[in-house]
């Protein structure tokens, strides 16, 4: 019989502090803080909406994070 995976978990991390920042530098932290996927975005980007623990979302614009959310 196959093992259970372990259960993931999500760093305690805010989204709300990676915008404004560098888009480079902003995944460069969240890598440091524990997150295991950055995804970085276009605006109006067409995305599946599937909730991905771990996983960090960036709209960026100009460079710059315009919005992050988790999953």
Do not use: H
């Amino acid at each position: 019989m196959a093992p259970i995976p372990a259960e993931s978990r999500e760093p305690q991390d805010s989204p709300d502090g990676y915008v404004g920042l560098d888009a480079e530098r902003a995944g460069q932290l969240a890598r440091e803080r524990g997150w295991s996927t950055v995804r970085s975005l276009p605006p109006g980007a067409v995305i599946t909406m599937e909730y991905r623990v771990g996983r960090l979302n960036f709209e960026v614009k100009d460079g710059r994070v315009a919005r992050c959310w988790k999953g």
